[in-house]
């Protein structure tokens, strides 16, 4: 046998042995990185999907608070409103009532008044009955 031909047929078979292994790592290495390439895209797209469910639901929830705070002002506002018209009513009655107080003191004063004219004139109605009952007695003596 010839060492050249020997060589060659070794050198041969570990050549395609080698292109074999290089062949099936090959394959197996494109079939991971097929198989991570689909999971990536699977992953950003439940990113994709996440992110857009979130942002719906925060723009539900945000809708839901403008809809709440509205409401809030609004009830503020009927809520200021009537207090307002509270506040004049009883600014109303305030002075109806101040007015009231003013009339009774007047009538209050001509009622003293007539009270002290009265009194008066009783006093000289007793004078004037010590009077007559003095001249009656003259009168009489």
């Known amino acids: 046998m010839d060492y050249t031909t ?3 047929a070794i050198s041969d078979t570990w050549t395609i042995s080698l292109f074999v292994i290089n062949l099936i790592v090959g394959a197996l290495v494109g079939w991971l990185i097929l198989r991570e390439k689909q999971r990536d895209t ?8 996440l992110e857009r469910k979130a942002d719906e639901k925060i723009q539900e929830k945000f809708s839901m608070l403008m809809s709440s705070i509205s409401e809030i002002k609004s009830r503020l506002d009927r809520g200021d409103s009537e207090f307002r018209r509270q506040h004049d009513a009883d600014h109303g009655i305030e002075i109806k009532t101040l007015q009231a107080i003013e009339a009774l003191r007047g009538d209050l004063q001509v009622v003293k008044s007539q009270i002290t004219g009265a009194l008066q004139l009783g006093r000289q109605v007793q004078r004037h009955e010590v009077r007559i009952d003095a001249l009656e007695a003259k009168g009489a003596s």
């Open 42 to 49: 699977r992953i950003s797209t439940l990113e994709a999907n």
């Open 6 to 8: 020997l060589s060659l």
